[in-house]
Every structure is written in C-alpha cells, then in structure tokens.
C-alpha cells in the first residue's frame, strides 16, 4: 500500500469490513483504530502539531519541552511501543541522546503492507535489538491481531523494559462518563509524583482493583474516568494470576463503542493506568490535555533502566524480561473494537474476540 499523509505524517493504512488502521512510518505508533460506521477512533491525538521524529531538533522546537522526553512527545499518537525502556532514560542516557520510553517510539520503520495487514521493521541500534510488528485486521474485522518479535543481536542476554503503551483520548474518552473494566488484582498507587498539583490519590496505597484510596480519606471506583476539573494519576495493576489471558475494555455511553486489548498475562504481567486531566501547563501540554493510558507490559512503572532491575519483583511477579544472547523473542496480543449497549463482563468480551477469529 502506498504511503499516505495523516495529520502531517508519513503514514500507512490498512481496512477491512468495518474497521480502519493507520500506523506512522516514524515511532511506528498506531495512529487510529477506527470504527468505520461511525468513525471512532479511541486513540489519542494530542492537541499539538505532530511532526516526523527525524526532523525534531531541540533548537528549533521549544514548543514541544527541552528535556528528553520531546522528541517523544513531537511525535507521540495513539499507541506506540515502550522499548528497551518505560520511562524516563537516566541523566548518562539523556545526555548520549536516548528519550523517554527508548528508541522503538522514534525510530525509523520500514513498511510494507497489503489491503488488510501490514509488516513495520525498525533496528534500535543502542538497545541492539531488531524489531518486527505484524498487524492483521481479522476477517470478520471487529478485531486486530497484533504480532512482535524482538532479536537481540548482541552476545549478551539483556534486561529489557516492553510495554504497550496504549492512550485514549476524546471524543471517545470523556470526564465522568467513559467506563473500564480490566483484569486487575493487586494494584498501588505510584510512589513517584505523576500529579503536577493535582493528585488525589493516596501516593503508595496498595489497594485491589478498582478502588484506590484517596489522599484525604475514602476511595474512587477506577471503573469509570474521573469527573474532576484537573487530575493527574499513575497507578499499576498486577493482571489476575488465576487467568492466562489478561485484557482491559474501555466503552463510551455516547457512542456506544467497545474497544480493548487482550494480551497473554505471562507476557505481560502488568497494566500501567496514566491519567492526565488538564493538569500539565508546561509546552507541549499547556493544560489542555485529556488522556488516560493504559499501558499493558513487562514493568509495572516508568521507571529507569537501574530502578527497573533494582525494583526486580513486584507481588511475586518480574519486573522486566530477558532476552537472552542472539535470538529472538515474540508475543501476540490483539485489539477489539465494536458497538455494544452497555459495557460487557468477561463472557462478552471473549466472545467478541472468540466470534472475530
């Protein structure tokens, strides 16, 4: 399929039946997974002029922050893969060039893509790591397959950071209305301050999903988006051992879409939930964004590369994988997006996805 522009991006799309992706040839972020009925797309657009990653020059562009989290944040849209790192580099890293969430989010991909799926390739040359994405719209097109293979290409086995890091935004996301449900157990709330002012969290509270406790006594439901006027939230949830597959699902009441993912737990262990409500006033932010994240990984937080592998387990679970020396690694996770009335319990969503195969 040939190139297109979306949004001032180099950018590929692929289309079946009732839905419709679009992936950057730069970050290789999945820009939209739209409903075609009713041209929905769940993802996140930032409210910013997005550029290509390669054009992103410090000097050039104060509009976007000067820290190492701006040559992201150009480019940033929608889903885009956390790689060899979640967070933020360390002051070394930041200094030899490396951005927040590694190099997978601003690299270079070669794509090459038929009417309904699509194959992206990038190399991550200081993580030495190879990357390869296969994305399939399923036939009966309520469901996106999604598959990566990582090679390391070094002689030594690495640590690696992998996350997905999976952003809604409006329409579809809205203050007080947008519903969840995940497969959530262990949670805590993160230690690290995420909330500009405007937390209302309890910092460090273990809770079990959905109900995290407030910084002032009570607690708030995690199952529907918060109805506050400015908030900012990062809390991290162990994916119920009891189950092999774990999933979140998020549905809008005003336009009654689903949308989730579904992911194999042992591959992920963790959900990351970022919520960013009107709270940052720094470029590019400029307090005027609404986000909620739901970053599905091998870290439960963004963290740096040492405080990962110091962190080492959480709840009995890791966090980060290896990759051991000269071979490759790979997961398979899938995405769904569909009409419903109201938000399902667990037997309706494994239906959807089952029914899509």
């Known amino acids: ?11 590929v799309r692929i289309g079946r039946d009732g839905l419709r992706v679009t992936v950057l040839a730069e970050g ?6 739209v409903h075609k009925d009713t041209e929905v797309n769940p993802l996140w657009t930032p409210p910013w002029p997005s550029i290509e990653p390669s054009t992103y020059d410090l000097r050039r562009h104060p509009e976007y922050g000067a820290d190492s989290e701006s040559k992201l944040l150009a480019g940033i849209m929608g889903h885009n893969l956390c790689m060899d790192i979640f967070g933020p580099p ?14 997978a989010s601003v690299a270079p ?38 598959t990566e293979t990582v090679e390391n290409v070094s002689a030594a086995d690495r640590p690696i950071a992998w996350t997905e890091h999976v952003t809604l ?6 203050k007080g209305s947008t519903e969840f449900r995940a497969s959530a157990a262990r949670s805590v709330v993160s230690e690290d301050d995420f909330t500009h002012g405007e937390g209302y969290m309890k910092k460090c509270a273990e809770f079990d999903w959905p109900d995290v406790p407030r910084e002032k006594g009570g607690a708030v439901d995690l199952r529907t988006f918060t109805g506050l006027p400015f908030s900012a939230a990062f809390t991290t949830h162990q994916m119920d051992q009891r189950r092999e597959k774990a999933f979140f699902m998020a549905f809008s009441p005003e336009s009654k879409i689903l949308f989730g993912y579904v992911w194999a737990r042992s591959d992920f262990p963790w959900l990351g939930i970022w919520e960013e409500n009107y709270s940052r006033a720094e470029p ?19 963290e740096t590369r040492r405080q990962m592998i110091e962190r080492n387990k959480m709840f009995g679970a890791p966090c980060y994988r290896w990759i051991p020396a000269n071979s490759r690694v790979r997961v398979d996770y899938c995405a769904f997006l569909t009409t419903a009335s109201r938000i399902p319990e667990t037997v309706s969503w494994e239906a959807v996805v089952r029914n899509a195969q």
Do not use: C
């Not at 290789?28 to 997974?33: C, K, L, Q, S």
């Open 1 to 11: 399929m040939p190139e297109i522009q979306y949004r001032s991006r180099r950018a």
């Open 28 to 33: 290789g972020h999945v820009a939209e997974i």
């Open 90 to 103: 360390s002051p070394d890293e930041a200094a030899a060039g490396m951005t927040v969430h590694g190099e």
């Open 109 to 146: 991909y070669q794509i090459t893509a038929g009417e309904s799926e699509l194959e992206a390739r990038a190399d991550l040359p200081a993580a030495q790591l190879r990357l390869e994405r296969h994305i399939q719209i399923a036939p009966r097109g309520a469901v996106v397959r999604f």
């Open 169 to 174: 935004g409006p329409p579809f996301l809205a």
């Open 284 to 302: 590019p932010w400029n307090g005027k964004t609404l986000t909620r994240g739901m970053e599905f990984g091998a870290s439960p937080f963004p």
